[in-house]
């Protein structure tokens, strides 16, 4: 049986743009790299159940978000004076997609047309103080996704915040919760554990993962538990990356960028607790993205820097990973998206 993989990148080097790939499950390989749709540096992909696809952007010095419908062909691109987004995601309820803008420290969100093309319909900026870091000089919205309950939780990096809003069915966001993370932390990607009632922050810039409990309520978080995401006797710059639970909820997964592996936590039954169980390399370097793929018998990682994906299986009874096939060539790979 073969899967069909998406993978976006940056243009800097040797990416053209959108790419797909194929993993033979049965013979545990990846073959048949293609260029899907030429783009410019598209870091980030989403797509919505009808079929369209939705891509980061930079047209002629410009950023936002570009449009595709189900056979790949582009329908319209949203962009504005400025660096372009590092991530998008799609609401299937209220036909929006929500975009995170790092540079410009700002969330956008688009109206999903009848024929898939976009519609910008606010911008939100963040004006809190920010944290003490270097890389901390100003607000850095990484990240813009749906809690379980529907509203918009947002990662701020450079204000060590998650905030929580409320979303209207014309796409108008309203702030209704707060969490502050410790000093230094840089909130960039949260993953939700199966239950609704947990979640797991991935902080870039200290190398860790907290373990949050969320009030439905009210919309708040708030901390149980703080890990690293390194080796005790580790030195070196790291950056922590993408964060993954798996669908049962007994295992979570995070990427390294510096220490260039994955770590794997297992959870307690509730969620609330993390216990480290494995680093495995990535058999390349700063490894932005990864994936579960095949029903999550299969992680697939992405290597920016070496330009070569690498392919675990999973166990999942004791969700260890195990290599299979490193240095497939995939060209400034950023982003890991399954379409099964």
């Not at 309950?149 to 919760?177: I, M, P, W």
Request: proline share 4%; hydrophobic share 30%.
């Amino acid at each position: 049986m073969k899967e069909t993989i998406l993978l976006g990148t940056y243009t800097r080097r040797k990416s053209q743009g959108i790419y797909q790939i194929q993993l033979d499950t049965k013979k545990q390989s990846l073959t048949d790299l293609e260029l899907l749709v030429p783009e410019t540096s598209p870091t980030y992909l989403a797509k919505s159940q009808a079929g369209y696809l939705y891509s980061v952007t930079t047209v002629e010095g410009q950023g936002g978000c570009s449009a595709y419908d189900s056979e790949n062909h582009f329908l319209n691109a949203v962009t504005e004076d400025g660096a372009p987004l590092c991530y998008v995601a799609v609401d299937e309820a209220r036909q929006l997609v929500y975009g995170a803008n790092y540079h410009k420290g700002e969330v956008n969100v688009y109206r999903i047309e009848a024929d898939g093309s976009l519609t910008a319909t606010q911008q939100v900026f963040h004006d809190e103080p920010c944290g003490s870091n270097e890389n901390q000089d100003k607000p850095h919205v990484h990240y813009t996704d749906l809690t379980p309950d529907n509203r918009l939780a947002v990662c701020d990096l450079g204000t060590d915040r998650v905030y929580t809003y409320d979303v209207s069915a014309d796409g108008k966001l309203t702030e209704v919760a707060v969490y502050v993370a410790e000093d230094g932390t840089g909130p960039r990607h949260l993953a939700f554990h199966p239950n609704g009632k947990i979640a797991y922050l991935f902080g870039e810039l200290d190398s860790s993962v907290t373990v949050l409990k969320y009030d439905a309520v009210n919309g708040q978080f708030s901390q149980l538990q703080k890990l690293s995401t390194l080796p005790q006797d580790f030195e070196g710059a790291n950056g922590g990356a993408a964060i993954r639970v798996s669908k049962d909820g007994k295992f979570v997964y995070g990427s390294n960028r510096g220490h260039n592996s994955i770590v794997v936590y297992e959870t307690s039954q509730d969620g609330t607790h993390l216990t480290q169980k494995q680093w495995i390399s990535t058999g390349g370097d700063f490894p932005r993205d990864f994936h579960f793929v095949a029903e999550e018998a299969f992680v697939l990682c992405a290597n920016q820097n070496s330009d070569n994906l690498t392919l675990y299986t999973r166990d999942f009874q004791t969700g260890l990973l195990s290599l299979v096939q490193k240095d497939i060539f995939a060209p400034e790979a950023v982003c890991v998206y399954p379409l099964s």
